[in-house]
């Protein structure tokens, strides 16, 4: 039931792209996007609805392909403050809403070096 | 504008005891939802409170509980503690509009919670 990220790990040098992948094996609804640095809350990048939209946020990206239930997360010209972990957050197709609660990935580690 | 506020930062506790967790929500934020996030894993949803009321639970023992106070406040009780509870606790608040089926959660800082 928990989204699978791909890859598990990226090194990168300033200024070079990335993509982090995440899949459901179930209907979702949405897919959220959050950054995490070592000892910091995950901070919000963007939401994704069902529909095949495609939002952007300075330099980073999401697409959500509702057909392959995948999300990605583009990143380009990355910078050093890109560094962290990439948390996948999903919501299920359900009757109703499910406000709160989401299932997360286990993450991909992004390092950028100068 | 304050964000997500959480207390304590770090918590040390023994196996058996019992400890409480606060988180106090974005102002205007009338959901919260708590989540646990063990070293190198995503967060884990534990509970989500929407105007006082329980509206969502993960899979966690009867030994997790919570609470959500008239002025949106929120807090995590854990019995019996043992060595696997130990963790990162991660409060999130949302302000929840209806018909938007879904929502952007704002996580607080965390309690990181040790049991020996």
């Known amino acids: 039931q928990q989204p699978v990220q791909s890859p598990q790990a990226v090194i990168l040098r300033e200024g070079e792209d990335a993509v982090i992948n995440c899949s459901s094996s179930?209907?979702?609804?949405?897919v959220h996007w959050y950054r995490q640095k070592h000892g910091e809350a995950p901070v919000f990048l963007m939401i994704?609805?069902?529909?095949?939209e495609q939002k952007g946020h300075e330099k980073i990206s999401a697409s959500f392909n509702e057909k392959k239930q995948q999300s990605s997360l583009y990143l380009t010209a990355s910078q050093l403050s890109y560094s962290g972990t990439y948390f996948c957050?999903?919501?299920?197709?359900?009757?109703?809403?499910?406000?709160?609660?989401?299932?997360f990935g286990q993450g991909t580690i992004l390092t950028v070096h100068p | 504008d304050a964000g997500v506020t959480q207390s304590p930062t770090h918590l040390i506790k023994t196996r058996g005891q019992h400890v409480t967790l606060r988180c106090s929500p974005i102002?205007?934020?009338?959901?919260v939802s708590w989540y646990q996030q063990v070293l190198g894993q995503g967060p884990q949803f534990i509970f989500q409170y929407y105007e006082k009321e329980e509206r969502g639970r993960g899979n966690f023992p009867d030994r997790f509980s919570a609470r959500q106070f008239p002025n949106y406040s929120s807090e995590l009780n854990v019995n019996a503690l043992l060595l696997g509870d130990s963790a990162l606790y991660l409060c999130?608040?949302?302000?929840?509009?209806?018909?938007?089926?879904?929502?952007?959660?704002?996580f607080g800082p965390g309690t990181r919670l040790t049991v020996l």
């Open positions: 179930k209907a979702l609804y949405s």
């Open positions: 994704l609805l069902k529909g095949g």
């Open positions: 999130a608040s949302s302000l929840v509009v209806e018909d938007m089926g879904t929502d952007t959660q704002y």
């Open positions: 957050g999903t919501e299920k197709v359900t009757g109703g809403t499910s406000y709160g609660k989401l299932t």
């Open positions: 102002s205007g934020h009338k959901s």
